[in-house]
């Protein structure tokens, strides 16, 4: 970027990393499938970006003031430029995704994140619901995590060239993986 202030904002975001659990996933499945392609860090990447933007836009939702211990990016800048930003890397996010030239993975993050948004706001239907059906439960969990995962998983099986039923079952493995994640 070329704005100094949105720099300053993304060296904030990025300085103070988490445990980058959904690119981790994804690597062990490009080695499980042997896939050593020259997109395998451009995906990594944009998972962790992915990852990263609804981090942003939840601390606003939830209007938190910290996040792994340090101040989240709206108690500094405020709401609309935590959005924005957020707005921002998605957008990297999906321009990373394009260089692979493979329209399953853009369509399957594309998808990935409409349902993380779709997740936060059925949890917004829910706060401060103690009679919440735990099906319910599930499925905010299941958008929110579980989807990630499950991209992340089916795009290494994509760019390894794998027949769309065997790409399915790894997106469920992924899913369930990120369903238990969040369990535990």
């Known amino acids: ?25 994804y690597f062990l499945t490009c080695n499980m499938l042997n896939y050593r392609g020259k ?13 990263t933007a609804s981090l942003l836009h ?9 996040r792994r211990n340090k101040p989240t990016l709206q108690t500094i800048w405020g709401c609309e430029s935590a959005v ?13 995704l394009t260089t692979t030239k493979k329209l399953d993975i853009v369509a ?3 998808r990935t994140i409409r ?17 919440i059906k735990t099906t319910t439960y599930l499925r905010i969990l299941q958008a929110k995590t579980g989807t990630l995962l499950g991209a992340s998983c089916s795009s290494a099986g994509v760019l ?8 399915h079952i790894l997106y469920n493995f992924g899913k369930y993986l990120g369903l238990a994640f969040q369990l535990v």
């Open 84 to 96: 924005l930003v957020g707005d921002s890397i998605y957008a990297t996010a999906s321009e990373l």
């Open 1 to 25: 970027t070329h704005s100094p202030t949105l720099q300053q904002m993304l060296q904030h975001v990025f300085s103070n990393v988490g445990k980058r659990i959904r690119p981790a996933i």
């Open 160 to 167: 390894a060239g794998l027949s769309s039923k065997k790409c």
């Open 39 to 51: 997109h395998k860090l451009a995906v990594a990447v944009a998972i962790e970006y992915i990852h």
């Open 58 to 66: 939840d601390d606003v939702v939830d209007n938190s003031k910290v």
């Open 108 to 110: 399957s993050f594309a």
């Open 115 to 131: 349902l993380m948004s779709e997740g936060e706001l059925l949890q917004l239907e829910h706060v401060f619901d103690f009679s």
